[in-house]
């Protein structure tokens, strides 16, 4: 699940996911950082999302949260492992708990 804090990580979310061979889920904010030329896309999530990256994250097991604070808790797995990773600590486990956080830049 990418946010706002993507920019400019594109090339790097793609080959985490190829890595991972995991499908990448956004957020209105990373819409436009992680949406373009990227395989593993599925789509937004969110109140305004597709059907798509909702059934994605609510099928995870391990959650991956990229530089967002994405606040819509009926929209998170509820059984799902969750690992943030932002560059402000003020925003890990903001709107939901966290079982990782990690604190820095790509």
Not at 39 to 67: K, Q, R
């Amino acid at each position: 699940m990418c946010g706002s804090g993507c920019a400019g990580a594109h090339e790097e979310l793609v080959a985490l996911a190829a890595k991972l061979k995991a499908p990448i889920v956004h957020a209105l904010r990373g819409k436009e950082h992680v949406e373009y030329d990227n395989p593993y896309d599925v789509g937004m999530t969110g109140l305004i999302g597709f059907s798509s990256g909702f059934h994605t994250m609510m099928n995870a097991d391990t959650l991956i949260l990229l530089g967002t604070q994405f606040p819509y808790r009926a929209f998170y797995p509820s059984d799902a492992k969750i690992i943030q990773i932002d560059i402000n600590p003020g925003s890990i486990g903001a709107h939901s708990k966290v079982d990782m956080a990690l604190v820095g830049r790509y």
